[in-house]
């Protein structure tokens, strides 16, 4: 069903903004203007301009900065060159794994918009539903660009809904390819301190000139990393135990308890005293990535300039998933005796091509052409699994499902300036906008969702039925799979006006509609003074707009989560499906924002600082609901034809956010005579995110005796807490003769998680000894608590020296995480635990480290990298 909507948010600012584009010509290949100052285009379309004079805060990353550190992967790049951008490195989360969550001050991924040389980047088509930062949201596939092809990076930290439309709520990623002449070539691998998580990237670059002016450039990138695994020994129980009579007992899911070091239920197989305790995974997920970029331009006499971008990437990983033990009703014992971790292996394809054309005289307007496609083709696959309905005939090897999503944008952008008469011109622009959009869920092999009708085979469940799907997922079946379709249509204008030589003013305006969520009309209106001729102030005030993404509407899946320890088969359900709407789900509204943000910009010989504050109202955000896990539910969906369920969830707009934060940057250099130069970058951001509203539990349910509300205080949390509501950089880069010395500090605050969802008084002092954590009452009448635990901040130091043998010849080496830093561990399980009826919140003592470390888990590592460019 459509439903029409408008939004009419009128928007009064102080600061520089631009429309719907970029400047035509301006896309690419800018950097450092005579001065030495840093130029953007990102949020302009009346021309190009250094930091210190941008109007909006804004962040440029060279290549020589996005390559310190030995990093491969851009966004890894970022987080130590941009404060307000962070990301977690997700464990165990399928194709969240490779496109790791980014998200920017403090919001979520579906809040930043990526582009292109200007132009909107097609996302992932996965919906996250694991249990971690990016929950309920599509990331984009960064690992898709190869870094090589990269010439530099802008971040704007601003609302820009009303210059680039839907998602850039938080601000926009503008990835600027590299259009350089000659060859250019790096080789980069490292280790961890504890041997693992390899790697090897091998990235060539070759810009040809062609005809007279023009070039085109062909990059291609390989990349082989191996996992790195921080897991511990489980320790639990593997095998039935034995009772007096000597029949079997069910396995324990306690820490300790098939060593001896805890009760067991049963006498013990003797096969636990021999059997492989290491099988639990925790650290990256090893992938093999190719890629090829194209990017170029030809002049076509003096009127016009063709230019042409886009590339192809092929990126095979494997992830693997929580341990089924011998014992656990998941496992058919005859294909996995002593049990098995199914791993996912995943195929993430992207495809792009853009081409357009520009120019200075269109009936008098610079005009810029364009129109481009994207593609991302996702196959999830399935091995060491078994489907225990089908028992002993169970494949291992099954495909769960195909994603493909695909989006056409087609943009033409007109700007003119007026003269009005006081030596100053009216800067206008206008545009237009069409995108059409296709997301499919296409089913996977039969044997990875059909109920098979054999039963459990042996044990104390000997007989009764059997998990039906292949573990942990089961597949997509054809009832499940779908299409989503929608088109959208924008037009785009915006007025720049400069007074008195300091005073600039602007005005934005956007207008679009979507075939599905009807219309939305955005603004925004800006302005920077300059007081003196070093220091300016500058704002913003707007409002912003995002369109659920269609696999937000549309995905459909099944998983199995481990609560509290215990596998449960949950059902993510469409929004407008039977079994959703049964238990309250309702059509998904796009997100509403207001953006306001106020700072300031000194510029003091070769030093520059900016300090901005801002403030981010969100109406209707999309989230990924509570888990509803009750008996009641199981048996209204098995009444009305879904049995087996153990929980559900959907995608819902039950939560209304401020989000308060300030971004501070001190940049310069320090002449040192003899000595060399010393270029300085000392960058914070501090976010914190408050919920204004959150949604009661859905009528449907409520009518059962229900009580867990739309939006528990776990997925709440992951909103307010789960990312560092701090960060600073202090990165110092000492330069002299053929040497580079580079030094990183980056501080991550604070994170919190939720631990446990209920525990008694006992539990909890027993447990949170030592711990940092926080007790919310689980009702007004129980005398359980969940605890939230909170992780500290922590330090990471990089160290990189980097030698140049020629002009032409780069070596380098250097140390990540210097100080082998490792976050705070997660509550463990102990023996007095167990005692008081309850492992930590570390998988019965097999993870020790909580997936929302915005720095990973693998300590220490080392690289070398030798380049090439002439």
């Not at 099988?279 to 230019?307: C, R, W």
């Not at 769960?400 to 700007?415: A, G, K, M, P, Y």
């Not at 796009?590 to 600082?609: D, R, Y």
Request: charged share 20%; no cysteine.
């Amino acid at each position: 069903m459509t439903k029409q909507i408008r939004t009419l948010s009128l928007t009064t600012t102080i600061l520089f903004a631009g429309a719907a584009g970029i400047t035509p010509g301006a896309a690419q290949g800018v950097g450092p203007d005579p001065d030495g100052a840093d130029i953007v285009v990102t949020g302009s379309r009346f021309g190009s301009r250094s930091i210190a004079e941008s109007p909006t805060p804004i962040d440029h990353i060279g290549t020589e900065e996005l390559n310190r550190g030995g990093r491969v992967e851009i966004q890894e790049m970022l987080k130590t060159a941009v404060p307000s951008f962070s990301t977690p490195r997700p464990n165990a989360s399928g194709v969240g794994d490779f496109t790791t969550p980014p998200t920017l001050r403090g919001l979520s991924t579906g809040q930043l918009l990526v582009l292109v040389n200007g132009k909107r980047r097609h996302s992932s088509g996965d919906l996250s539903t694991s249990n971690g930062i990016g929950r309920g949201d599509v990331a984009y596939d960064f690992n898709s660009i190869p870094s090589a092809a990269i010439g530099h990076i802008e971040v704007l930290r601003d609302g820009a809904s009303a210059q680039y439309g839907s998602d850039a709520i938080a601000g926009v990623i503008n990835l600027s390819l590299d259009k350089s002449e000659g060859v250019s070539g790096k080789v980069t691998t490292g280790i961890t301190k504890q041997g693992d998580g390899e790697f090897v990237d091998v990235g060539a670059g070759f810009g040809l000139a062609i005809g007279d002016g023009g070039i085109i450039r062909t990059t291609v990138q390989y990349q082989n990393r191996r996992g790195s695994n921080r897991a511990d020994p489980d320790t639990r129980q593997q095998y039935f135990g034995t009772n007096a009579a000597g029949l079997p007992t069910a396995i324990s899911s306690f820490f300790g308890s098939g060593v001896g070091l805890t009760p067991s239920n049963g006498t013990l197989d003797p096969r636990e005293a021999t059997v492989d305790r290491d099988t639990s995974y925790e650290g990256t997920a090893p992938f093999t990535m190719k890629a090829i970029f194209v990017n170029s331009e030809l002049p076509v006499g003096d009127a016009v300039t063709l230019y042409g971008f886009g590339g192809y990437s092929d990126l095979d990983g494997k992830t693997a998933n929580f341990f089924r033990r011998a014992g656990q009703d998941q496992t058919v014992r005859s294909l996995h005796p002593d049990g098995y971790a199914p791993y996912g292996n995943f195929g993430l394809r992207n495809l792009s091509a853009f081409g357009g054309a520009r120019g200075d005289d269109l009936a008098g307007f610079g005009w810029d052409l364009s129109t481009g496609f994207g593609k991302s083709l996702i196959n999830s696959d399935i091995s060491n699994s078994n489907n225990p309905s089908l028992g002993n005939a169970s494949p291992t090897e099954m495909r769960i499902s195909r994603i493909r999503f695909s989006q056409w944008t087609t943009n033409l952008d007109l700007t003119r300036e007026f003269d009005v008469g006081d030596g100053t011109p009216l800067k206008l622009a206008l545009g237009g906008e069409y995108r059409k959009e296709v997301w499919r869920l296409l089913a996977g092999d039969p044997a990875s969702y059909i109920n098979g009708g054999v039963p459990i085979i042996g044990g104390p469940a000997n007989g009764a039925a059997a998990p039906v799907g292949a573990q942990p997922n089961p597949g997509v079946s054809p009832a499940d799979a779908t299409t989503g379709r929608r088109n959208s249509k924008a037009v785009y204008g915006e007025l720049e006006k400069e007074f008195f030589d300091r005073l600039t003013l602007n005005g934005a305006v956007r207008y679009e509609d979507f075939s599905d969520f009807g219309d939305t009309v955005n603004y925004k209106l800006s302005s920077r003074l300059e007081l003196v001729d070093a220091l300016a102030l500058r704002g913003s005030f707007s409002t912003g707009f995002r369109a659920p993404h269609l696999a937000q509407s549309f995905f459909n899946s099944s998983l199995t989560n481990f609560i509290n320890g215990a596998p449960v088969l949950i059902r993510n359900f469409p929004v407008d499906s039977a079994p959703g709407r049964l238990i309250g789900a309702t059509p998904l509204k796009p997100e509403k924002s207001k953006n306001i943000s106020i700072g300031a910009v000194a510029k003091l010989s070769s030093w520059t600082i900016t300090l901005d504050g801002y403030r981010i109202k969100l109406k209707d955000r999309i989230v990924q609901s509570s888990t509803f896990q009750d008996a009641r539910l199981t048996s209204l969906l098995a009444a009305n034809g879904f049995p087996g369920i153990g929980g559900a969830q959907y995608l819902t707009n039950a939560v209304d956010s401020t989000t308060h934060g300030v971004d501070l940057t001190v940049s310069g250099t320090i002449d040192l005579d003899d000595f060399g130069k010393l270029a300085v970058l000392l960058a914070g951001n501090y976010n914190k995110t408050k919920l204004d509203r959150v949604a009661g539990t859905p009528a449907p349910l409520a009518a059962l005796g229900i009580t867990t509300p739309l939006f528990d205080l776990t997925q709440q949390v992951r909103i307010t807490d789960s990312q560092p509501r701090s960060k600073v950089l202090l990165n110092l880069n000492w330069s002299s003769g053929d040497f580079t010395l580079g030094l990183t500090n980056t501080y991550y605050g604070k994170v919190s998680a939720v631990a446990f969802t209920s525990l008694t008084p006992a539990q909890i002092a027993v447990l949170t000894q030592n711990y940092d954590v926080t007790l919310v009452p689980v009702s007004a009448t129980s005398p359980n608590s969940q605890v939230i635990q909170h992780f500290k901040g922590k330090v990471i130091t990089d160290l990189q020296l980097s030698y140049d043998m020629t002009k032409e010849v780069r070596l380098t080496v250097g140390v990540n995480n210097l100080f082998d830093i490792y976050p705070s561990q997660n509550i463990r399980s102990t023996v007095a635990s167990v005692a008081a009826g309850t492992n930590g919140s570390d998988n019965g003592g097999t993870f020790p480290y909580n997936a929302i470390s915005p720095f990973g888990f693998n300590g220490m590592s080392f690289f070398a990298s030798a380049s090439v460019r002439f």
